[in-house]
């Protein structure tokens, strides 16, 4: 009885510490935190485009990240792993990434420095710059159009990422045109690579793809994140009154009801047909407490998420 007791804290405390994390669980603006912090970000840009060089400040072994703009992760130094709903990805040294803009979940390792590049880069930015290369329309982009994907870094964009460390070094700012260059320059290095044909269908369905599709591809990918529905509508290129009137043509329901249901969706799934802790699923769809979680879990499903754990593990 007293190891059924010992076993029953224990399983509390666990409760109380993750209800903890979801609620200082913050989900920030990768950009703008970026932007606002020059000291701490070294950074240089050109527009709406804008590299930044820097040793990982992050404190928290997972934090929420979002950014209105693509961007490239290039690895100098360290490991850290990037999780989106299609997929994790673990970056190490030299490699590099291409996330769509959108959410993800990047966890931390601090066993040692980790230093990374990013490029960010808008959607039109890059489209306009294909467009000099080659032609959209001659492209047919794939449905599988995921999140984020790898980036191989061959001989010629291994010597690109070498060459943007001396701007950095340097107390002068680089001329805005030679900047312009240089993004085109990454661009066309990842463009030319017959290897990263998805980055070529990524940009070449946001020429061809109807406008409805395109929100759906937006929340499909980002559902499982806490974003204030302005977030959705900017990924979106929408105004929140605009958003709110194509989503309900999209999905035939509000943003916040299909949010609500797709992610109790998955989180069925995700205790039905996983090992993952009843903590560890509501943090990964994004609630922000347990109670909240457990409370809409049983409102749908008629069980709360533990009792339907016990019953799965009996």
Known sequence: MQHREEGTNSYYKYLVFVNL??????????????????????QLNCGEVLITQYNCPLENAKQDLWSHHNYFVYVLEG?????????SFLMMKDDCLFVKKGASIVEQFFDGEFCVMIFFV????????????????QTKP????????????????????????PYFSSPLQPDQHLLELKFKELIWNVALNP????????????????????????????????????AFAELCDRSLAAFKRDFEKCFQSSPGKWLMNKRLEQAKLLLTHTEKAVGEVAFELGFENLSHFSKAFKTKFNHTPVSLRQKETA
């Open 21 to 42: 994390v979801l609620i200082f669980r913050l989900v920030y603006n990768f950009l703008q935190k970026i932007i606002a912090y020059p000291d701490t970000f070294k």
């Open 79 to 87: 490991k850290k792993t990037w999780h989106t709903v299609a997929g």
């Open 142 to 165: 794939t449905s599988d159009l995921r999140p984020a994907f790898r980036i191989q870094n061959d001989l010629y964009l291994h010597t690109f990422f070498a060459s943007m460390l």
């Open 122 to 137: 808008p959607d039109h930015f890059v489209c306009n710059t294909l467009k000099e290369k080659m032609e959209p329309s």
């Open 195 to 230: 290897a990263n044909q998805e980055f070529i269908s990524y940009f070449c369905s946001l020429h061809q793809a109807p406008s409805l599709e395109k929100l759906k591809r937006v929340m499909e990918d980002n559902y499982c994140y806490n974003l204030p529905l302005s």
